[in-house]
């Protein structure tokens, strides 16, 4: 350990702003990249879960027409 | 084939033409741009030399991507793009002769009116005998790239900004060497190195961009 | 080896090497990182001249190569996509250019937070910081390019010629950058003393390049494979990852 005590570890040598700010940014750029990749992914489930329950009424309605057709 | 690539030059020339208000309007934009300058910095010679050969640079990549936008917008829309490139005659040679009449209506009028602009901005005779080499080498390789990010978004309904996001940063390079040709040559140095440069890429332009370009239109047709 | 790739051409063989692949890379990603960034930022000692601000180099070196290695990655999967007329390397191209864009950022926030103690400036034109910018710019033009498409297909072919153009590009960028910025200013603030970097120094950060490299090939991964479901999203195989996500995720 380079730093005798946390108070010194925040400080950094009074470089504490620019380190942490480095650090604080790119943890929040990363964290924002991962966030927007899982909204990404639930929006196409839900899209896929959307387009599956349409072709199952389209289905349905179909059936329906046959055997309202037949008698 | 000579003959139906002479044609295709001709047709494109007088489609040119019978559109004069098109055609006037990145000149008329350019020299705009350019007087606003003076107004913006001052009008003392020193600072307007200075600035001079950057500002008209900038100018002309701007100028030149406002009048590139509908390079194929027109022909992609009525279908023209679609039977040519079913055609005998290859898209790649296409896209080159579109290229050529592009920059002979668009392009030419911007660096015949260049003279009355270098006055403006009080650049020197030798400034503007390299300005002028510059935008004559340097020109055609705007065209020639532009083409192929044109090409991209072709078809799309917003390609206006998305086009300068595409090609400005790949302009940069030509815009360092350019400026810096005539900043040189206002030190009464020479500048053969820049230009030379500037033709060594205009070259690789001339031997990659058709192919890409011609590419990029198949895929927009899907 | 064709023999042994050829079957990840397919999108659900992709899909299922992808989901092999993943857990192991953010693990290890995580791991890897936390280690290296701990061991950086408590464990490494000081520069002698710059103090612990050079603390940053843990970060921004990291992020600053693997933006260029993710753009080398991009060119790959397009120059793939084109030339064999495969889908799924279309679909990297798209999911790969939002984690460079990222990587950029980055590179280019943490090289302004480090000028600032040293040089006395956020921003200099400095030749490496503006051919980043550049960089930076190029991802976007990728990015928007593909989404202004509706057809997917055509946007990531679109995309994929479109990150060709600035791989031949970027080395003329770079060089007439650095040609122009020798040219303006001279090399005075950005040569400070460069000494050859201690092991006690360098470890960490070998270790931060290789961990950001894991995070940034599993975040690609993953949003690969987002990118197959939607342009696949007929396919029965996609309809059953679907269900089971979605009954995973409730």
Known sequence: MQFESWSEFWAMGGYGFFVWLAFGVSLLALIGLILQSRLARKQVLRTILQEQQRQKRIQASRSKQVKGNKA | ?222 | MWKWLHPYAKSEKAFELCARLLPWLSISAIVILATGTLWGLMFAPADYQQGDSFRIIYIHVPSAILSMGVYSAMAVAALVGLVWQLRTATMAVAAIAPVGAVLTFIALFTGAAWGKPMWGTWWVWDARLTSELILLFLYLGVMALYQSFDDKQQGGKAAGVMALVGVVNLPIIHFSVEWWNTLHQGATITKFGKPSIAPEMLWPLLLCILGLALASAALSVYRFQSELMRREIHRPWVQAQARKEHSDAV
């Open chain 2, 1 to 222: 084939m000579k003959a139906a690539l002479g044609a295709l030059l001709g047709r494109e020339l007088a489609l040119a033409f019978r559109q004069k208000g098109e055609l006037l309007q990145p000149l008329v934009f350019f020299i705009l741009v350019i007087s606003l300058f003076p107004l913006g910095v001052g009008p003392g010679p020193q600072t307007l030399q200075k600035i001079g050969p950057g500002v008209i640079w900038v100018a002309v990549l701007l100028a030149s991507l406002l009048g590139m936008e509908r390079l194929f917008r027109d022909d992609f829309n009525d279908g023209w793009l679609e039977q040519m490139s079913l055609s005998a005659v290859p898209l790649t040679l296409v896209v080159l002769i579109k290229v050529m009449a592009h920059w002979l209506t668009c392009v030419l009028p911007l660096l015949l009116i260049s003279p009355l602009l270098a006055l403006f901005l009080h650049l020197t005779a030798d400034m503007y005998k390299a300005l002028l080499m510059t935008l004559i080498l340097g020109t055609p390789l705007l065209s020639l790239v532009g083409a192929t990010g044109v090409a991209l978004t072709t078809g799309l309904q917003r390609g206006g900004v998305l086009l300068s996001l595409l090609l400005l940063p790949l302009f940069i390079p030509l815009l360092i060497f350019a400026t810096s040709a005539v900043d040189a040559a206002a030190l009464q140095l020479s500048y053969n190195g820049q230009l030379a440069i500037i033709a060594a890429l205009l070259l690789l332009a001339l031997a990659l961009t058709p192919f890409a370009t011609a590419y990029a239109l198949r895929v927009v047709q899907g």
